[in-house]
């Protein structure tokens, strides 16, 4: 989550965002706990670990326009592959 020799982000700062290829449905995110299911609270959210390390959280829906192009920035394409590096993004990026 960093490039070079400067100061990373550590992985609980971060939330991945899984979507399907080819429709965007959300599916979950990425989850931080090295194993599936932990056995913690998070983890009895009805769904959460369904795929494995895929978290759920209760109650939660995407808004409909959080995929719009001006406020995201895609960093991997299943068909296109590695579009860019989130370490060579400006702050104010998108």
Do not use: N
Not at 20 to 34: H, T
Not at 41 to 54: E, K, R, Y
Not at 63 to 86: C, E, K, Q, S, W
């Amino acid at each position: 989550m960093f490039s070079g020799g400067g100061p990373g982000v550590a992985h609980h700062h971060a939330d991945i965002f899984l979507f399907e290829p080819g429709s965007d449905r959300y599916l979950g995110r990425l989850c931080g706990y090295a194993q599936c299911p932990k056995g913690k609270s998070d983890c009895l959210t009805p769904g959460c670990g369904l795929a494995p390390f895929l978290k759920q959280h209760e109650g939660f829906s995407l808004y409909l326009d959080a995929l719009a192009p001006d406020r995201t920035v895609p960093l991997f394409d299943r068909a296109a592959g590695l579009l860019r590096l989130a370490a060579d993004l400006d702050a104010g990026t998108p």
